[in-house]
């Protein structure tokens, strides 16, 4: 047979499991919601460039020119870089016009008493047309998440933020309402707790005057 006390252990591991759910994706809605509104103020305070958030940029490979290594609607993270940290064989994301291209440097060479990149990628047979400048670079390649362009695109929209947005409210009321309720029985326990004891103690006087 069950025991009370099994069942208020098991009601109390089961809170202390949803709670560290709850704190968990609270947590991870936050940060998105962080990164989200950096994005989209970086994006208006610079239109022409890349939004950052802490130095890192990230957005989604459209073509097949890097092929195994990165794949198409693959979300890739760039960081900035300096001149010497780049070198043979680095991959890097640079501005050809209106685009982003993310190729890998194959050679680097010298022009005007300037260093310039030769940039070539993986999945095609010949070198890019002409060289890529330092100020051209939006930054060093650092890792990719397969697949997950389309994700980022939706993350990055107004309308996923103010979903975000109302997920961190219901889940932030639900907690305060669990809390409360958890509260209210603990006070009720502990107020029936206290009569009984004073019940018991009120008897035990009763029948000690009795047997006097």
Known sequence: ??????????????YRLGK???TIICIFILFLIIINVTL???SYINPNELPSFLGIKSFVIVSESMEPTIMTNDLIFITNTSKEDLEIGDIISFKTGDYINTHRIVRIEEKNGEEVYIT??????REDRGYVEFQDIEGKYLFRLPGFGKITEILKSKTTLIILLVFLVIISYYEVRISKRRLKRKEERFEFNKK???????????????KK
């Not at 070539?120 to 047979?125: L, S």
């Not at 019940?199 to 009795?210: F, T």
Request: glycine fraction near 2%.
């Open 1 to 14: 047979m069950y025991k009370l006390s099994d069942f208020d252990k098991s009601s109390k591991h089961l």
């Open 20 to 22: 560290i759910l709850s």
């Open 40 to 42: 989209i103020i970086e």
């Open 120 to 125: 070539k990628g993986d999945n095609n047979n």
């Open 196 to 210: 009984l004891v004073e019940k018991i103690r009120n008897d035990d006087e009763d029948n000690k005057d009795v």
